[in-house]
């Protein structure tokens, strides 16, 4: 019989705390000027990356579920919040509130968008969310690349094609993209979105919510057969994972003095993938740190920007092989104890 | 049809079989000439039972006989292609599994299927869920009536483990468990959900015979101290004829007996089923 590890929420804590700690460093160092410029413009991308890997966690290392569109419900939430800016902006003077209300406002839309698809795919056993959720952001990017939108007095006006004369100014205007009225983004707002969505998704999971969840993904029949709703739960889960990966959207895009549909294309969703995975699925603190490292890592390596997306896939494929060998796997618990063993041995012989 | 080439189906009894303390009171379950096809297949046909409010029944048949397969149309997870169920007197028709859960049918697996990953009490407190009161927003944001609630669960749930004697497993992960344990934590689990009638497929298979003597001790105390029906199915000639009040004999999808234990013991259909056309005469010379 094998101890239950019960550690996972004094880990969280840990994982939090630590993320207060090391945020709050970067933020004063970033404030007093001692972060380089290049470094610097990365802190809201990263705050950005850490959500959208945080989020598709829940989907895909909580729920069990592949989605392999992430950056559509991203693309939702910036296009929205940008909308949401601009037509706000005379009504909402404080940008701290205005920044707010777009997060929210971008959230909900993607939170719509991601129950309209669960109705039809979660009520389904296997695969088809992932083919799903992949055709949906390939529509999205289509849909928001032929989009037009301009803004006059008497409000919004939009066509879906480029011959269209529209009255006013234009927020969206096709391929061209959005034009974000002002930067709202900064690190602070980053640094507590990122704590906001840390806390959801901990508390998610410790609750009743979360087990059932969590049951569901261990043994649908036995879900069902204790009476809970798989279809319910299911939809729970991937609509608070899109409304965040919506407010990660918003985030992004203020971030920009424009945005293009293309941004959010499959190998955005696909990075994101490759974060959750590399970070372990289910693991908070592997998503965290994945994210950040391969936010960063891209702007270091510039010149293999070409070969990006085939590392990528590489070590998703060497990932999964590895996690999948059993011998591996022993390997790394041997290693483990072997090093806790050797820890204690060091602070043995201390006393 | 049916009646016509059943030449070696001994008269069903036409009185409903049920103790006499539950006699008068609505039966849990109410079962009419029950039958599912699969494709050509006739799994089950014409099953007609009555369960009492607190009776304890036993389904038994050599293997393939469709005991597991009229469980899985209990608890709707197969429509069936005849017939009705009644649960407390209502039709369960249409309803989904998780539906029928709520509705009082709780059910443990032939091949255990626990929450694996998951901690013995987190598995009892999956099985509590629904008498959970706190709502999504009050779990995320963690308020102090979300204590309140998980608190009171976790103390029900260490209640229904010792119950079972497994209080102090309470803390180790399900799937890491002996054989047994994984059993009795199913039949936690299945209680947890406040059932009107809990359905035990095998649950005895594998357990030596110290625990099996436990096991039907175990399932006496159900009845007892939660006032449910149990429907078990089992081979385990022993248990059935040891804890079972009225037992129902299934052989290719139909049954061919129903009645006590000692009328079954001395059914010859039965006999036959069991051991055989030869096997029953050699049965018969030999008694
Ligand atoms: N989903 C299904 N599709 C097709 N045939 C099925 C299905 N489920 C059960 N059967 C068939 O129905 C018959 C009865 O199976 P069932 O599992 O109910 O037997 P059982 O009495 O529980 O046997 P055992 O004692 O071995 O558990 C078998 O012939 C089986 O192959
Ligand atoms: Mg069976």
């Known amino acids: 019989m094998r101890l239950w590890k019960s550690k996972t929420s004094r880990q969280n804590i840990i994982t939090l705390a630590a993320v207060i700690i090391v945020f709050s460093a970067v933020f004063f160092m970033n404030q007093g000027g001692m972060l380089s410029s290049s470094l610097s413009g990365q802190l809201v991308p990263i705050c950005v990356y850490i959500i959208m890997a945080l989020s598709l966690n829940l989907t895909v290392g909580i729920l069990g579920e592949l989605s392999l569109g992430h950056a559509g419900f991203m693309s939702i939430g910036a296009f929205s919040g940008v909308l949401a800016v601009t037509s706000l902006g005379q009504a909402i003077g404080n940008p701290l509130l205005l920044m707010i209300a777009a997060i929210l406002i971008g959230g909900v839309l993607a939170a719509i968008f991601g ?4 109705i039809p795919v979660l009520r389904l056993r296997g695969d088809y969310l992932a ?49 974000v009225p002002e930067k709202l983004s900064n690190f602070g707002i980053g640094f507590v979105l990122v704590i906001i969505v840390m806390l959801i998704i901990m508390n998610f999971v410790h609750s009743k919510e979360g087990r059932a969840i969590k049951a569901i993904r261990d043994n649908p029949i036995a879900a069902e057969s204790v009476g809970l709703n798989i279809t319910s739960y299911k939809m729970k889960a991937f609509v608070i994972s899109a409304a965040m990966a919506g407010m990660a959207g918003v985030l992004f895009a203020m971030n920009y003095s424009a945005i293009e549909a ?23 603190r592997g998503s965290i740190v994945a994210a950040i490292v391969l936010t960063i890592l891209p702007e270091l390596l510039r010149g293999f920007d070409d070969y990006r997306m085939l590392i990528y896939a590489i070590v998703l494929i060497l990932v999964m092989i590895l996690n999948s060998n059993q011998r591996f796997l022993q390997f790394k618990i041997t290693l483990k104890k072997k090093i806790t063993a050797m820890f204690r041995k060091k602070e043995a012989a201390k006393k | 049809m049916s009646q016509n080439n059943a030449t070696k189906m001994v008269p069903l009894p036409t009185d409903v079989i049920i103790p006499e303390r539950d006699l008068g009171k609505q039966p849990v379950l109410d079962i009419r000439n029950l039958g599912i096809d699969f494709g050509g297949l006739t799994a089950v046909d014409g099953f007609t039972l009555t369960v009492g409010k607190t009776e304890i029944a036993g389904l038994i048949g050599p293997n393939g006989a ?44 032939q091949n255990i299927r626990l929450f694996g990953g998951m901690s013995v009490i987190d598995n009892v407190k999956v099985g509590l869920h629904n008498s959970i009161k706190c709502s999504a927003l009050s779990s995320i944001l963690h308020t102090p009536h979300y204590y309140k609630t998980e608190k009171a669960a976790r103390a029900r749930c260490l209640e229904l483990l010792d119950f079972m004697g497994m209080a102090d497993m309470a803390q180790y992960q399900a799937g890491s468990l002996p054989y047994g344990a994984q059993r009795r934590l199913e039949i936690v689990r299945a209680l947890a959900t406040k059932p009107a009638i809990i359905l035990l497929d095998e649950p005895a298979a594998g357990m030596n015979p ?73 049965h018969a010379s030999e008694g």
């Open chain 1, 115 to 118: 129950f309209l698809i669960g």
């Open chain 1, 131 to 179: 083919i799903v959720t992949l055709a949906f952001g390939e529509i999205i990017k289509n849909v928001l690349n032929c989009l037009y939108v301009t803004i006059d007095p008497d409000g919004l006006h939009a066509a879906m094609f480029s011959g269209a004369k529209l009255p006013g100014k234009f927020i969206i205007n096709g391929p061209q993209g959005a034009t």
């Open chain 1, 262 to 284: 293309k941004k959010f294309n499959f190998n955005t969703s696909i990075s994101v993938l490759v974060m959750v995975v590399l970070g372990g699925m289910g693991s908070l």
């Open chain 2, 66 to 109: 469709g005991k597991t397969t009229i469980f899985n149309l209990l608890t709707n997870v197969y429509q069936p292609t005849r017939g009705s169920i009644l649960l407390q007197g209502i039709d369960t028709k249409g309803m989904t599994t998780a539906q029928v859960n709520r509705m009082g049918i709780a059910r443990t697996f």
């Open chain 2, 210 to 282: 110290s625990e099996t003597a436990e096991l039907m001790d175990h399932i006496r105390r159900i009845r007892d101290e939660f006032e449910i029906a149990v429907m078990l199915i089992e081979h385990d000639m022993n248990l059935v004829m040891g804890v079972c009040e009225g037992i129902a004999v299934l052989n290719y999808g139909k049954i061919i007996a129903k009645g006590t234990p000692e009328q079954i013991c001395n059914n010859p259909a039965v006999i036959e089923a069991y051991l055989g056309k030869k096997g029953a005469a050699d």
